[in-house]
């Protein structure tokens, strides 16, 4: 029995031990714990949110570039849209009535213009795309639009009405009933209108009667491919990209806006699988560092590679309120005098306590950010804050203000 009480009181002595031989591991331990230990906890959720990709962003290369081996071919026509509940072309315009007796001349009925009295009929222009290799048979949308002064299209019916091109040859034939979004109610001389009803559009409303491809294309050697936004950069990285992906020297950058490539003989006659493969290639684009401000909508858009040198931000704001006022100054009674209305003005002006925010070299968007939240800074502020960053010339970015 006292060998079992001796050892118990040697467990309890070494955990007294213990515990005073780490009080200076313990101490430490509580300074650092200041600073994250845990992935999670490093990355706490900052103030504003910032999407942060945990690999370069990939892009396919047909969402940068375009591969230019056929080009849409723009349509128009002149038509008319009858079946109108009242809301068509007056007798003011001339063409519309022209239009009309045209039309049933050609049906063998001859009418005077002059004794037309429509208000169901609306003269439109009709215009749609024509794709690239589009075969005969093919349905376009098309648009119609009413050029005459025409209140509504609702209802309407378009008819037979030919789509040329610039070489004033016809490709399509648009013709069917017309789907607007939108209305045009009037009555008593008040009225209610929703969006605009003297446009619409028809959805399959054409057929493509002849077809306009560039020819030899299915048997080219080479193609071209053109970057919607030019730049050497990309280019360059289309080009190798390419070059990786088919395992040869096949595209070269000849400009910021183009690269050639050359077909692979094993492609020679599968042309559309190529280029299957050319725009489901993975690139990693360079983005311009650029700022684009709308001091209309007080819009802010900065890209993430927005970077900013060692700058200090004061910002406070300075508000003047007038208020006119009017005191009318009358004379003592049975006096002379003459009542007089003397114009004031009553001026307050209130000036908001300037805060200061430091930003280090190499800031990002996020740092930025994070600082004018602290300023409390309102969309007008930030747009100030942005230009007066790009005259000191702290801002690398091209600023652009729509």
């Known amino acids: 029995m006292r060998w079992q ?37 490093q990355t706490s959720a900052p103030s504003s949110p910032v999407l942060r990709p945990s690999s370069p962003i990939e892009v396919r290369l047909k969402d940068i570039a375009t591969i230019h081996w056929g080009t ?15 809301t068509g072309d007056s007798r003011q315009v001339a063409f519309t009535v022209q239009s009309i007796a045209n039309m049933l001349r050609r049906f063998g009925i001859n009418v005077d213009p002059s004794r037309l009295q429509l208000r169901n009929v609306a003269a439109v222009m009709v215009t749609a795309t024509l794709p690239p290799f589009a075969k005969v048979g093919d349905r376009l949308d098309v648009l119609v639009s009413a050029i005459g002064d025409a209140r509504s299209l609702h209802g309407g019916v378009l008819l037979q009405t030919p789509l040329q091109a610039a070489d004033n040859e016809v490709y399509a034939v648009a013709q069917g009933p017309i789907s607007i979004g939108g209305f045009n109610v009037q009555a008593g001389g008040a009225g209610v209108q929703k969006n605009h009803p003297t446009t619409g559009r028809i959805v399959n409303g054409a057929t493509v009667v002849r077809t306009f ?40 950058a000849i400009s ?47 890209g993430g590679n927005v970077r900013i040198l060692p700058v200090v931000v004061a910002h406070g704001s300075l508000r003047v309120e007038i208020q006119p006022e009017v005191t009318i100054a009358q004379p003592p009674p049975f006096s002379p005098g ?23 070299s190499g800031a990002t968007v996020q740092d930025l950010v994070q600082a004018l939240q602290a300023l409390r800074v309102t969309p007008r502020d930030l747009i100030a804050i942005l230009q007066a960053l790009k005259q000191s010339g702290a801002l690398l970015a091209d600023v652009e203000v729509q």
């Open 5 to 41: 009480i001796g050892a118990m009181l040697a467990m309890v002595l070494m955990s007294l031990a213990q515990g005073q031989t780490q009080p200076s591991s313990g101490s430490s331990s509580q300074v650092v714990s200041t600073q994250p230990t845990s992935p999670k906890t």
């Open 72 to 86: 849409e071919v723009p349509l128009v026509g002149y038509g008319l849209v009858v079946g109108l509940d009242g």
């Open 213 to 252: 491809a560039p020819e030899g294309i299915a048997y080219a050697s080479e193609l071209e491919i053109r970057l919607i936004a030019p730049d050497a950069t990309n280019a360059a990285k289309i080009a190798q990209a390419l070059n990786e992906r088919f395992g040869k020297a096949i595209a070269e």
């Open 256 to 302: 910021p806006a183009a690269v050639k490539v050359k077909v692979p003989e094993e492609f020679a006659s599968k042309i559309p699988e190529f280029v299957a493969q050319v725009e489901q290639t993975p690139v990693q684009p360079d983005m311009r560092a650029k700022v684009v401000i709308n001091e209309r909508t007080g819009t802010v858009v900065m």
């Open 338 to 360: 003459a009542t007089v209305v003397v114009p004031t003005a009553r001026i307050k002006a209130e000036e908001q306590k300037a805060q200061v925010a430091i930003l280090q």
